[in-house]
C-alpha cells in the first residue's frame, strides 16, 4: 500500500467517537507482551465476581468501565479549576497501555488469585504502576501480594471486608482486608467510610485490634482531604490505594449491589484522592464492585468509576516525584542509546520536575492543535 493510500485508510478507520473503536482504557495501546514495555501505566482487568456471594455482575465491570473511559477521548482532559490538562503527554507518548484482562477461571478462585498475582508481579518487574479495574473486592489480596518491598494500604469502603476464615470460606469480597493485613510487607491499612449497618462488631474489633485505622463517615467528614491523609501515611511513602465503589453514597452508585446510604459525595472522596496523590507515592490502586447488570440505562456507575480513575490517575502522573522519576528514566534510556530524547530536553523536564512544575507541553493546549471532539 502506498504512503497516501495507507494515511487514508488509516484516517478512515480513525475512532473519534466513544460508540466506536475497541475499546482499550482511554484508547491506550492494547499490550500483550511486557518485554521491553517502556510504559510508566499498565492498565489491568480482573474480570472475578466468584467471591460475591450475594448477585453476580461485577465481572462485567472492567469492561463496561474501559468503554465509558472512552467518552474522554484519547487526549487526557483539562480540569477548569486549576486551568491545565492531565495525561496529555502520558497518552500521547503511550506512557499507559491497557494489557487487557488476566484469565480468570471460573468457580477456582485460587487459580484466578494465581493469575492475577502473576500478572501484577510481571508489571512491577517492568517497572510500571498497576492500575486494576474489577472485579469484587476480594481481587485486591492477590494484588497486594504481588509486590516485594514494604507499602501501605489505603482501602476506600462502605464495609470493613475483615470476615474471618472460616472451613476455607476465605476468598470472597468480605474477606480481602483481614488478608492484606497477615501480608509481612504491608507496613499498615487504614480503612476509610467505613459504616455500613451490616459489619459485623467482632470484625471491626478484629480490624482495630490489628492496629489498622478505621475512620467512619464523621471522622472522616471532620477532617478529610490533606489533614486526614497526613494522619494516614508519612509524607512519600509507598502507598497502594483500593476504591470499592460503594464508598459513594448509593445515590451515585446504582450499578453496585452492595451500595449504603450515608456515603461519601464526589468531591469528598475526590479531595482525598488528590491529597494521596501529592502527600504520598501511589504505586497502584484498583477500583471495585462496578456491576453494569444492575445500573441503570446511561450506565452511570461505570462512568463515575472510569471517572475516578482517569482523574486519580491524572493527578499521579502530575507529581514532581513522578516527572524526577520520568527524567531519571530518560536519562538512563540516553546514556543507553535506547532513547531519540534531547539531552537539551531531559535537562528541561529534570530541573521543571524540581520546582514541581509539569513539562513543558504537559498540562499546556499543544499551539495550533485541533480542539478534541466533544465526545459526550
Known sequence: MAGDEHERFAAAIAASYPFAGIPTFL??????????????????????????????????????????????????YYDGRDDR??????????????????DVRPTNAEGTWDHTTAAVRGILAAGAVPVILGGDHAITAPVVRAYDRPIHVVHFDAHIDYSPFRHGFMYTNTHPMRHVRAMPHVASLAQLGIRSLRNGMQDVHDSLADGNR??????????????????????????????????LDMSLVPGCVSAEPDGLTYPELRETLIALAEHADVVGFDLVEVNPLLDVGTGVTSYLAAHTIVEFLGHICAQPRWLARRAERREAAIRSGKAATSRAQLARERAEAGRGRRPAGVGEATPGAEDAEDVR
Open 27 to 76: 484508547r491506550a495501546p492494547y499490550v500483550r507482551e511486557l518485554e521491553g514495555l517502556e510504559a510508566e501505566v499498565a492498565v489491568l482487568g480482573v474480570p472475578t465476581d466468584e467471591g460475591s456471594p450475594f448477585l453476580p455482575g461485577s465481572r462485567l465491570g472492567p469492561r463496561r468501565i474501559r468503554e465509558h473511559s472512552l467518552r474522554f477521548g484519547d487526549r487526557g
Open 214 to 247: 478505621v475512620v467512619g463517615m464523621e471522622e472522616y467528614r471532620d477532617v478529610r482531604g490533606p489533614a486526614l491523609v497526613e494522619r494516614l501515611v508519612p509524607p512519600d511513602a509507598p502507598v497502594y490505594v483500593s476504591i470499592d465503589i460503594d464508598v
Open 85 to 102: 490538562e492531565y495525561l496529555r503527554l502520558e497518552l500521547e507518548e503511550e506512557r499507559i497501555v491497557d494489557l487487557g484482562d488476566v
